[in-house]
Structures are given as C-alpha cells and as structure tokens.
C-alpha cells in the first residue's frame, strides 16, 4: 500500500540577499530545494513585492506561496522548511527581523494544531504580546494568517478555496475581509 499524501500550503519570504543574489533568485532557488528533498510542488503563486513587516524593520520583501504535497506529517515538514531556510543562511535571532528566506508552514489539509485551546489562545493573543512570544510548537493554521495581506494574497494564487478549519472562511473571503490599503501594498512584480 502507497503512502499517503497531504497538501499544505507554504508562504515565502525574503528581504536580504544572498551572496549577492537578490531575494527572488533564493525564493526561486528554495523552491528548487524543497523538490530536491521529496516536496512535490503542486502550484506555485505569482512573487509579490510587500512593505516589510512590521514597518521599518528593513527593506520590502518578496512574498509568494506554494501548495505542496507531502507524505511527511507538519512536524516533520516544518523540518524540511527549516532545513532548507539554514541551507540559504537564515538565522533565527529577532521576532520578525529581516532574513535571507522565511519559509512558513501555514496550512496542512483542515488540521488544527496542537489543539483547539491553544490554537485559540494565539489566534487571540494581543499585538503587544505577539512581537514578545513566539510559540515553542507548531500551531496550525498559522494564527495570523487571516491577518495579513502578504500571506493570503500569494495564497489565493495557489488555494484560494482552502477553508480556515476554525474561522470557517476561504482564503479569498479572508483576503476580502482585509483592508483595502493593505491588498494594496502586495504588487505583483
């Protein structure tokens, strides 16, 4: 008997360079090393110039996502993405600083992890409180991402019908949901 699939959906981002490459060559180049390492890609969304978040902490970035398909399980996914982020020189040192690739496991089917309290707890901690914590487990779906342009707008290129397992809502009706201004912001380049 095979083994079974999922699909997840990835964000990526990068702001720095990389050895004098610019951060669409290193999103491009990840892509390539996440299907070297088993990651079937399924779709990849367009790249996305976005206002560097939060505001002021460095250059734009560029932003896109991919709907993967994967035998591995989320924790041993998220595995993968951190290999292939070391591999392109990310160093995790500040909360939300600026990096060379960010690679975000999102969504994996309808699974919420670890649990409903917990998820709960992040998707409703404070502003202050989310630039002071960051969670020591993988929670799932991310608890921003209905929160953020620069997230949904790649999303809604590769999964625009994924339902958020506790909100309810699609992709595109989070992205509608949003401000106009901040849809706005995401350019396509």
């Not at 981002?13 to 491009?28: D, F, I, Q």
């Not at 707008?153 to 397992?165: E, L, S, T």
Request: aromatic share 6%; with cysteine; hydrophobic share 45%.
């Amino acid at each position: 008997m095979g083994k079974t699939t999922s699909n997840a959906v990835v964000a990526m981002g990068a702001n720095l360079n990389l050895s004098g490459l610019g951060p669409k060559v290193t999103l491009r180049n990840a892509i390539t090393a996440l299907a070297d390492r088993g990651v079937v890609i399924r779709a990849e969304s367009r790249f996305f110039e976005t206002p560097c978040f939060p505001p002021g902490a460095g250059p734009d970035y560029v932003n896109a996502a991919l709907l993967v398909e994967t035998d591995l399980p989320p924790a041993p996914l998220l595995e993968v993405l951190h290999e292939v982020e070391h591999k392109f020189g990310r160093e995790r040192v500040q909360r939300w600083g600026m990096r060379t690739l960010d690679l975000d496991l999102v969504a994996y089917e309808d699974q919420l992890l670890p649990d409903p309290a917990t998820f709960d707890r992040w998707l409703t901690l404070p502003a202050d409180a989310q630039r002071q914590e960051a969670p020591e487990q993988l929670i799932l779906p991310h608890p921003r991402l209905q929160d953020r342009a620069f997230v949904l707008v790649p999303m809604a290129d590769v999964a625009p019908d994924w339902r958020h397992p506790v909100l309810g809502q699609t992709v595109q009706q989070m992205l509608e949901a949003l401000p106009a201004e901040d849809i706005a912001a995401v350019t396509p380049l």
